[in-house]
Nanobody
Framework: QVQLVESGGGWVQVGGSLRLSCAAS????????MGWFRRPPGKKREFVAG????????SYSDSVKDRFTVSSDNVKNTVYLQMNSLKPEDTAVYYC????????????????WGQGTQVTVSS
């Protein structure tokens, strides 16, 4: 049984930082890329960042590039999203997901999703 469990969300002031974690189990990790998506209030889900378990190549949306960093710990089977210089527009529910097609940005290609964790950035 595949499980993706996010943690680390919360409330932070503008300019602050948070680190999200996604603990994965039940996957053959070398077969997947992992993505972070978010759904801002009243908006569609959007791609944030992605990483391959094998090789560690990454991809970012333009809105978070240079502020967010995605990484993985292949021993702990955990993917992280380090979020710095947070802005009010980063407020959203953040989801991690596993993709066997390595498409990164297309949510429809992802096979498994976590339950999400709320991030609120307040001014």
């Amino acid at each position: 049984q595949v499980q993706l469990v996010e943690s680390g969300g919360g409330w932070v002031q503008v300019g602050g930082s948070l680190r999200l974690s996604c603990a994965a189990s039940g996957l053959k990790f070398s077969n997947y890329a992992m993505g972070w998506f978010r759904r801002p209030p009243g908006k569609k889900r959007e791609f944030v960042a992605g990483i391959r378990w094998s090789g560690g190549s990454t991809s970012y949306s333009d809105s978070v590039k240079d502020r967010f960093t995605v990484s993985s710990d292949n021993v702990k089977n955990t993917v992280y999203l380090q979020m710095n210089s947070l802005k009010p527009e980063d407020t959203a529910v953040y989801y991690c997901a596993a993709d066997s097609t390595y498409s990164y940005r297309y949510a429809g290609s992802y096979d498994y999703w976590g339950q999400g964790t709320q991030v609120t950035v307040s001014s």
